[in-house]
């Protein structure tokens, strides 16, 4: 029973980490270089030790904010789905993926390529498949134009990652508007 509640409070502690870290990096616009993770475990309630002995390099730690970010964003589809129109659904969850790019361009700097190759291709596909389903029901209700996938609409998203950070809080919501507004039939 002691085992179990000690599994329970590194699990606990582990969340916190890993919150704490995300919203410093959303805090500091996903600049990596600004997070300190002396002030992260300060933030998560735990000793510098906890966080080694959960994530033992930075790189580690980003990863599972990465890992975190994403799996709350493919998460968010049946939700989205069950409360708007799917249109409106793809909507809000292309607004949260901006959001997530934004921690995700400070993260993916940071990752060594061989971590990032290890993540991306444990994760990259459930990305793929949350914005599929979210195309395919557009497609259903006859508000997203039939040719369109989501290898489209990645690469109409790609233009998020060409967007200086000054400029990225102006433009990365009309860019998402105007690839909503061409997903509609014409």
Request: proline share 4%; charged share 30%; glycine share 6%.
């Amino acid at each position: 029973m002691a085992g179990r509640e000690r599994r329970s409070d590194a699990v606990a502690n582990r969340d916190r980490i890993v919150e704490a870290a995300r919203a410093e990096l959303s805090e500091s616009n996903g600049a990596v270089d600004d997070l300190k993770l002396h002030k992260v475990a300060k933030a998560a309630g735990v000793g510098q030790g906890t966080l080694y002995r959960h994530f033992p390099t930075r790189e580690h730690l980003l990863a599972e904010v990465y890992r975190h970010e994403l799996a709350q964003l493919v998460d968010a589809v049946a939700p989205l789905l069950a409360e708007h129109p799917p249109l409106r659904a793809l909507s809000c969850w292309m607004r949260r993926l901006v959001e997530y790019a934004r921690v995700k361009r400070g993260v993916m700097a940071a990752i060594e390529a061989s971590a990032w190759r290890d993540v991306h291709s444990e994760q990259h596909h459930r990305l793929d498949e949350a914005l599929g389903t979210l195309l395919d029901q557009g497609k259903a209700a006859g508000q997203v134009r039939q040719e369109v996938d989501a290898t489209d609409v990645v690469l109409l998203l790609g233009a998020l990652t060409r967007l200086p950070e000054s400029e990225w809080d102006a433009r990365a919501p009309t860019i998402v508007t105007i690839i909503v507004d061409g997903l509609r039939p014409r």
